[in-house]
């Protein structure tokens, strides 16, 4: 009789460990093998802020383009610093209450994106 009983719980543990590993295997398979962690700490302009601007502002606010985007540029850290000081760049792509929601017409950046504009902003928004 506890043979009978030791092979259904051997049987189940195999299983268990055979599918639990098979469930990490697939999650690397389906994030390819990335980090999905973010890390959001020591925000850098260079490496972490101009790539986000580059991605979702630039069409509007960058390369020369101002037309449509009332007036403001955010092409390059001088015209960027203004609006990180004033509180509008955090504002803006937060959707907070009182400002225009950035990207216009869009759904707001990642909360990765956000906040490691947070972290630079919060850090001083350096020119690194």
């Known amino acids: 009789m506890k043979k009978t009983v030791l092979i259904p719980v051997s049987a189940f543990l195999l299983a268990?460990?055979?599918l639990?590993?098979?469930?990490k295997e697939?999650?690397?398979t389906l994030s390819g093998g990335l980090n999905l962690v973010c890390d959001s700490t020591n925000?850098?302009?260079?490496?972490?802020i101009l790539p986000i601007l580059q991605a979702n502002c630039y069409s509007c606010h960058g390369n020369g383009s101002t037309g449509g985007s009332g007036g403001i540029s955010l092409d390059g850290?001088?015209?960027?610093?203004?609006?990180a000081a004033n509180g509008f760049l955090v504002g803006n792509?937060?959707?907070?209450p009182g400002f225009v929601g950035m990207p216009f017409?869009?759904?707001k950046l990642s909360d990765c994106d956000i906040n490691k504009i947070l972290s630079w902003v919060n850090h001083g928004a350096l020119n690194n």
């Open 16 to 18: 268990v460990v055979v």
């Open 20 to 23: 639990a590993s098979c469930a």
């Open 26 to 28: 697939n999650e690397q």
């Open 43 to 48: 925000s850098k302009y260079t490496a972490n």
């Open 77 to 83: 850290y001088a015209n960027l610093k203004p609006w």
């Open 93 to 96: 792509v937060t959707h907070a």
């Open 105 to 107: 017409g869009l759904p």
